[in-house]
């Protein structure tokens, strides 16, 4: 299936879709970095859990395919190493310790090729610790995009498939695969409060779904927008706040 490109809004990810890299740094503390270790963080984004690992780890290269997130990246800090490049089709002369990766692994579904470059990216007995979007993540949220669209007519978007979504099963045994030695794997959920209490759904869609909308003309856009986000107030506002039904996986492995 081929990769289907997203341009990224970085300021918008930035203003109001924080809870992305806010969240990781929990997943840093099961990173554990140390200060003699070359670390790469793939999938950086706008670079600020870079940051963060590289506060105490001084090797740190963040790596995302997005032209606009490292440019942001290299803009907030530039004394870190930021490059752009495809976490299914990447390669560095000197191995990495760690590889790190948080809510970006789901975008890429070229994922057994993803998972092959990383292995061979680690140095022996390096370590892969990752968090992404697991089996049903935002299914309630595109599932009612899927019909929303599929009603007035635009069946090819309906049936896009834009991320990769799998259990556990499935990821670790494509981890095993190729070498991997999965030492622990956690599928949990975790509905996340959205920032915008009036237009949460909505800004959601735009930051995350642009493709679905592609060649939808500007007023089904609308309708759409508004259908989706009203339709869903039932399940996923609550005391005020818009909560996105995320699902996570995170894995730690070895080479």
């Known amino acids: ?49 870079t940051h963060k690992i590289k506060e105490l780890s001084q090797a740190v290269v963040g790596m995302d395919k997005s ?4 440019q942001r990246a290299q803009t907030q800090f530039p004394f870190i190493d930021f490059v752009v490049g495809d976490a299914s089709d990447f390669h560095f002369e000197q191995g990495f310790d760690a590889i790190f990766s948080n809510a970006a692994l789901h975008w890429v579904i070229q994922y057994k090729q993803a998972i092959r470059c990383m ?32 009603k007035r007519g635009f069946v090819k978007q309906s049936e896009l498939e834009l991320w990769y979504f799998p259990s556990i099963g499935e990821y670790t045994l494509a981890l095993e695969a190729v070498g991997f030695k999965v ?32 060649g939808v003309d500007d007023a089904s856009v609308f309708e759409i927008m508004n259908e989706v986000q009203a339709s869903l107030k039932p399940k996923l506002f609550k005391n005020g706040k818009w909560y996105a039904d995320y699902k996570r996986i995170r894995i730690v492995a070895y080479r």
């Open 119 to 150: 292995y061979e990216g680690l140095k022996e007995g390096g370590r892969m610790v990752v968090e992404f979007g697991g089996k049903d993540n935002v299914k309630t949220i595109v599932g009612q995009l899927r019909q929303s669209l599929l």
């Open 67 to 70: 032209v606009e997130m490292i």
């Open 1 to 49: 299936m081929q990769q289907l490109a997203h341009k990224w809004d970085a300021q918008l990810y930035n203003n109001k879709h924080s809870f992305v890299y806010d969240f990781g740094a929990s997943l840093i503390e099961l990173l554990d970095p140390k200060p003699e270790e070359r670390i790469l963080d793939l999938g950086c984004g706008s670079g600020e859990l």
């Open 183 to 214: 030492s622990f794997a956690q599928w949990y959920d975790r509905p996340t409060a959205l920032a915008d209490g009036a237009t949460g759904i909505k800004d959601w869609l735009v930051m995350f779904c642009k493709p679905f909308l592609e």
